[in-house]
């Protein structure tokens, strides 16, 4: 019993408290800069889609995340619980704006004529 109280009064832990610390600002940093870029894409496609379609906010907030969650598509039942709601190209045109955002691909003409819905 004394061998393990001297072994644990005078342990050093300094390397793996500063390793430990140094991760976790490393997956910080990581998961920061994943947020911020995510951000970035939200605002670029939620402006997109706004400029060209009329829908409720919510809606198409959900609809963002949701299809950036699934990897830039949006599932068919997805699609049918906003089909009372979203029209079916308007779906698709947000789904396409997150997909080419999320390929660093511009999301169409700056100057394209806006559509009415």
């Known amino acids: 019993m004394a061998e393990a109280d001297t072994w644990f009064r005078h342990m050093d832990l300094t390397e793996a408290v500063t390793f430990t610390l140094a991760m976790a600002q490393a ?8 947020e911020v870029a995510f951000l970035g894409l939200f605002d670029r496609v939620k402006r997109h889609i706004n400029e060209r379609h009329d829908l409720r906010g919510s809606d198409l ?9 699934n990897g830039g598509t949006l599932s068919n039942n997805r699609r049918k619980r906003y089909a009372d709601r979203v029209q079916a190209h308007v779906l698709d045109a947000i789904e396409e704006a997150v997909s080419r955002a999320m390929q660093d691909k511009p999301l169409g003409e700056e ?3 806006h559509e009415e819905h």
Do not use: G, K, P, Y
């Open 27 to 34: 997956s910080l940093d990581t998961h920061m800069r994943q």
């Open 61 to 69: 907030a959900n609809l963002i995340v949701t299809i950036f969650q």
């Open 111 to 113: 100057n394209d004529e």
